[in-house]
């Protein structure tokens, strides 16, 4: 399995931007869909995920209400659209994946195949 992240870039505060993550390969084995970021000087966090099979979503509470995870089968794509950004929302974020669903889907260690990375960045 494969992920390409892409979307960041440069927005100011109370902006949006939305991520797409590509998934390519054995695809169908990644019923865990997820979204973390990692600021400068700070330990990856999670931000949000899908479970695909579901196709329900849990989400940070510092994102809850801002953000929203979206996919679409036919491009095997993931989206994370990010609404009302602030400057904390900065960071590069990454895309994750593994076969099966867990209940400890908040934690880095759990997944198999991440993504490139793509800098978000909001000025205020």
């Known amino acids: 399995v494969q992920l390409q992240a892409s979307g960041g870039g440069l927005v100011q505060a109370g902006g949006s931007l939305t991520l797409s993550c590509a998934v390519s390969?054995?695809?169908?084995?990644?019923?865990?869909m997820v979204w973390f970021r990692q600021a400068p000087g700070k330990e990856r966090e999670f931000v949000g995920a899908l479970r695909r099979n579901m196709g329900t979503t849990y989400y940070a509470d510092s994102v809850k209400g801002r953000f929203t995870i979206s996919r679409d089968n036919a491009k095997n794509t993931v989206y994370l659209q990010m609404n009302n950004l602030r400057s904390e929302d900065t960071a590069v974020y990454y895309c994750?994946?593994?076969?099966?669903?867990?209940?400890?889907?908040?934690?880095?260690?759990?997944?198999?195949?991440w993504g490139q990375g793509t800098q978000v960045t909001v000025s205020s």
């Open positions: 994750a994946a593994r076969m099966h669903w867990i209940t400890d889907y908040r934690a880095a260690r759990h997944y198999d195949w």
């Open positions: 390969g054995r695809t169908l084995r990644t019923d865990a």
